[in-house]
């Protein structure tokens, strides 16, 4: 094998290909203008804000963190505890501005930054930095832009009032907790009434959850950081919804919390109403209810069921402006994820609903697979039954936003991203700034054993039939993620590993998405078997038709619960697994956070046996093959004692094992840390697989 590090100097230089291209993109209401994030260049990290104008097609600067805030723009030793929290949540590491939040028009924009809050005047770029009471997050303006609100020291504050607007009680205000912005879907906590009289605000206390500790060994003379956890099968945050008055009233929304303690989604419905979503704790069960705002009464407009666990569907529950209701349904044979309008599905078999994302043209705007689930289209479906309209062309992940008449369709296909908005002046194409892609990479994708299991194969460059190669998997194979989708970013990686001279497979076992609700359903009450049966078919059967496929020398990678697979493989399967590298590996889900697990393992004390079966610890005596555990040690989502409990029980079995600790390195790796980590793993995988 040979090995080159320009492909990863140009990943670490260029943030994973991702500097320069512009993201979080905000439309006006009325379609005319838009606001996204984006720095300057390919090698730029500093992400500035934008606004563009659709009528003239002319783009401007609305906001620069480097002219506001010279040498500190948003690394994270600089930020607020719950600004640097919520940037893990949402996978952000680049400086700069993080996030935003417009008016309506997009007139006017705030933002945080370091702690400092600033109104921008987006048409002239002219911003202002308020006065805060402290370090501040998550600052949001009112609907007509004057005033703004946000958080600073666990209290909910707005600009121009005297002292917090919520109660000193000693719980925090006006943000997401754990498991609402990690698993939820929810990373916000406050929200404008629309005449900018009232705040919608969650209240949360953590007191009876356990803390979890982050030391750095590196730096031993720093004080640890901790925060409280909520551990599967251990209590909840404490989630409630009230209403804030500027002019000091209080009321509470009240619902049955000890029955639906998950807060999933909140909001304004008109000055009149407040919609909300909540969940039973093992999200079987989902309410879409409405309140009062004045008294606090609220009362079920929609109930979703489902024996298993409701997956989350964007979009829905929700109430259409006709009144008619949203949810998300399985069409009648059980094969595909639907939607449904007041209890009639509009969607057929034909496609795998994956996000409701507004209305457009009087109709529903989807992403929906069709077809092979390696790709997801854009959809307009018609509220009142007429057949769809597909949007969006050729094979790819494509994606939409819409304000107004104005759609902006985004598609990621093997040959690069591009961005083009459809709105009355015509059709213009969102300036990317990001490097070309280096790999034109067009992985060989087939649907293998009776399962249909979705596998890509990635072969080196130049690669001569007949030159058998050993086989590395790539796995993430969890919930939630697809790993097999025709997006280009996520195979340069798998590019290079595969020109390092293996065979680089892929496969999408039952339990991750986007194939059928059974395929999804799989895992339910028991994480690992199916998974390791699923990959270990796959394997054999690609190689009966990839004979280039070496059998007898198989690695596997993976990160998070990649990583999981990772470990379990060589210590169930070394027959068919002969070495791992096992990142950020939650090795005992006991161990993990409530939302995430007790989904799909239940509680701990009504099913041991699976969390019994998934742990990793017990089968440390039976490790045979070579295994690099790795972690950082700033994980505040897979703490690092899940590597570590591992190793001690590997060590104490007289297992000989390799560990890799990341000091201050969190679930993300980035600025860097990713790619230095790919060379270790090259090495290990070499003297391993030699």
Not at 62 to 70: E, F, I, K, Q, W
Request: charged share 20%; proline share 8%; glycine share 10%.
């Amino acid at each position: 094998m040979t090995s080159t590090d320009s492909f990863l100097a140009l990943s670490t230089r260029t943030g994973r290909f991702s500097y320069g291209a512009p993201r979080a993109v905000t439309i006006a209401a009325d379609g005319s203008r838009l606001l996204f994030l984006r720095s300057t260049g390919p090698e730029d990290p500093v992400e500035r804000l934008w606004l563009l104008d659709l009528a003239t097609q002319r783009e401007q600067l609305a906001a620069d963190p480097v002219a506001l805030a010279p040498g500190r723009t948003g690394q994270p030793s600089e930020l607020p505890v719950l600004e640097r929290r919520l940037r893990e949540r949402l996978r952000l590491w680049a400086p700069g501005i993080g996030s935003y939040a417009a008016t309506a028009d997009c007139a006017t924009a705030v933002f945080a930054l370091d702690g400092r809050v600033f109104r921008t005047d987006t048409a002239t770029g002219a911003c202002s930095e308020l006065p805060v009471a402290g370090p501040a997050f998550d600052p949001r303006p009112d609907p007509a832009g004057e005033r703004v609100a946000y958080v600073a020291g666990g209290a909910l504050h707005v600009t121009g009032t005297d002292g917090p607007l919520s109660p000193a009680d000693g719980a925090v205000w006006g943000a997401a907790e754990f498991a609402a912005a990690e698993e939820l879907g929810r990373t916000r906590g406050h929200w404008w009434s629309p005449d900018g009289t009232a705040l919608l605000a969650t209240r949360i206390d953590e007191s009876a959850l356990p803390l979890r500790h982050f030391a750095d060994p590196a730096h031993p003379e720093q004080a640890p950081e901790s925060f409280a956890y909520p551990q599967a099968g251990g209590p909840n945050a404490d989630v409630r919804l009230w209403v804030l008055g500027l002019d000091g009233g209080r009321i509470r929304l009240r619902w049955d919390t000890d029955a639906f303690p998950y807060l999933c989604a909140a909001g304004w419905e008109g000055g009149g109403e407040i919609l909300l979503t909540v969940a039973d704790r093992l999200q079987q069960t989902v309410l879409l209810l409405s309140a009062d705002p004045v008294t606090g009464d609220t009362r079920e407009l929609s109930r979703t069921v489902d024996e298993f666990w409701v997956d989350e569907l964007p979009g829905t529950p929700a109430r259409l402006a006709d009144g008619r209701l949203l949810t998300a349904a399985d069409t009648p044979d059980g094969s595909a994820r639907g939607i449904a309008l007041d209890g009639r599905i509009l969607s057929d078999e034909r496609l795998q609903v994956r996000r409701v994302v507004g209305r457009l043209r009087g109709r529903l705007l989807v992403e929906a697979g069709e077809g092979d689930p390696a790709d997801q289209h854009v959809f307009l479906l018609d509220p009142d039954g007429g057949a769809p309209q597909r949007l969006s062309e050729g094979s790819g992940v494509h994606s939409a936003l819409a304000g107004g008449e104005t759609l902006l369709l985004t598609s990621a296909t093997p040959e690069g991203v591009s961005r083009r908005l459809h709105h009355a002046g015509g059709e213009f194409t969102l300036d990317d700034r990001s490097v070309p892609l280096p790999y034109l990479v067009r992985p060989k994708l087939a649907r293998v054993t009776e399962l249909g299991l979705p596998t890509a194969v990635v072969y080196p460059r130049g690669h001569v039939a007949g030159q058998r190669l050993p086989v590395l998997l790539d796995v993430y194979g969890g919930p939630g993620f697809q790993a097999v989708a025709n997006e280009p970013r996520r195979w340069q990686l798998r590019q290079w590993w595969a020109d390092q001279g293996f065979a680089v497979v892929t496969t999408d076992n039952r339990g991750t998405p986007f194939v059928s609700p059974d395929f999804t359903r799989a895992i339910f009450r028991r994480f690992s078997q199916v998974a390791l049966d699923d990959q270990v078919a796959a394997l054999h059967a690609l190689a009966a038709t990839e004979p280039d496929l070496d059998l007898g020398r198989v690695g596997v990678r993976g990160w998070s619960y990649g990583g999981y697979f990772a470990a379990l493989a060589v210590l169930r399967r070394p027959d068919v697994f002969h070495a791992g590298c096992a990142g950020a590996a939650p090795t005992d889900f006991r161990r993990y956070d409530t939302a995430y697990t007790e989904r799909y393992l239940g509680l701990p004390q009504d099913n041991p046996e699976g969390y019994q079966a998934d742990s990793l610890i017990a089968d440390a005596p039976s490790l045979t093959r070579p295994l690099l555990l790795v972690h950082g040690l700033a994980d505040d989502n897979v703490h690092p004692s899940h590597t570590l409990l591992l190793s001690e029980a590997l060590t104490r079995a007289g297992r000989p094992h390799s560990v890799l600790p990341l000091p201050g390195v969190s679930h993300m790796t980035p600025n860097g840390v990713n790619e230095h980590l790919t060379r270790a793993e090259l090495a290990f995988l070499r003297g391993a697989l030699a």
